[in-house]
């Protein structure tokens, strides 16, 4: 079984503030890690994903997340952050049991 | 590839009644999932299906609840009996065969029980 926490359930910040929203991740297995973003009054949908190879992603808005594996951790970041990237964002991990494993979410504001 | 349809969107219904929901995966999707979500907490797995198999099912689902995807296409939840704790957000995903191939989530149907 595996499990995911997101440490802090809201982040509020400035325009263009960098931003960091942790993840930490329990298994006894190897996993692959996803975040994912809902925007107010919408579905999830994929942000970035960890699968293999480089442990730095990044998607094509501006958000990066590193995995490491000894600290079990899948943080998201992201430089300058836009009014736009206010969301909640959630990180998930699934083993080879085919079971996605959802954190409580984070809650990011942007404020002007 | 018009993506995870789910219906209906909202469902508002008295204490006691039965609810199905329906979700349309992806075509060629053959894994379709369950999950619910409730204000302020992630999706919570419920069941999930590979083609027409019921491979896995979560032990906090009640008897109350049941999930069938007859040929492997679409799927439905029915909740009998709801009871107001089961007022959330139901959630329908898909995705392909590979274990690290991501889930597409539908918008999700709102049950309300009075």
């Known amino acids: 079984a595996q499990s995911v926490t997101q440490l802090d359930s809201q982040v509020p910040v400035f325009e263009e503030a960098p931003v960091e929203l942790r993840c930490n991740y329990s298994s006894s297995v190897s996993v692959y890690l996803f975040w994912y973003v809902q925007y107010p009054n919408q579905g999830l949908q994929l942000l970035l994903k960890y699968l293999s190879g480089s442990t730095l992603v990044e998607s094509i808005n501006g958000f990066e997340a590193e995995f490491n594996k000894s600290q079990t951790s899948f943080h998201l970041r992201k430089p300058s952050v836009h009014i736009s990237d206010t969301a909640e964002y959630f990180c998930?991990?699934?083993?080879?049991?085919?079971?996605?494993?959802f954190g409580k979410g984070t809650l990011l504001t942007v404020n002007p | 590839d018009t993506g995870v349809s789910q219906d209906p969107r909202h469902k508002i219904t008295k204490r006691g009644q039965n609810v199905t929901f329906r979700c349309d995966p992806i075509?060629?999707?053959?894994?379709l999932y369950w999950y619910r979500q409730t204000l302020g907490q992630g999706p919570e797995f419920l069941t999930y299906f590979q083609n027409e198999a019921q491979l896995e099912k979560s032990r906090l689902l009640s008897d109350r609840f049941s999930a069938e995807r007859p040929k492997g296409s679409f799927s439905t939840l029915e909740i009998q009996r709801t009871e107001q704790g089961d007022s959330a957000m139901y959630l329908c995903a898909s995705g392909d065969q590979g274990v690290n191939s991501p889930l597409h989530f539908g918008n999700g149907t709102r049950l309300t029980v009075t």
């Open positions: 075509s060629e999707h053959n894994r």
């Open positions: 998930a991990v699934i083993g080879s049991n085919y079971k996605l494993t």
